[in-house]
């Protein structure tokens, strides 16, 4: 499980570094990052801690 302000990196889909987990949808199972001025969501099982 991931933490608001966590650094995770992309597994799949979409790979443009290193991000800032902003928020998590309330089953969990979305995550939601910030790569510079680039707001994305992400599904859980597509990320992993930098």
Same mark, same amino acid.
């Given at each position: 499980?991931?933490? +608001? =302000? =966590?650094?995770?990196?992309? !597994?799949?889909?979409?790979? +443009?570094?290193?991000?800032? %987990? !902003? ?9 939601? %990052? $910030?790569?510079?001025?680039? !707001? ?5 099982? =597509?990320?992993? $801690?930098?």
């Amino acid at each position: 499980m991931f933490s +608001i =302000d =966590d650094r995770v990196v992309a !597994t799949k889909g979409v790979d +443009i570094g290193e991000m800032v %987990v !902003t928020g998590l949808s309330s089953d969990g199972f979305y995550v939601h %990052v $910030k790569a510079g001025d680039i !707001t994305l969501t992400y599904p859980a099982q =597509d990320l992993q $801690k930098a």
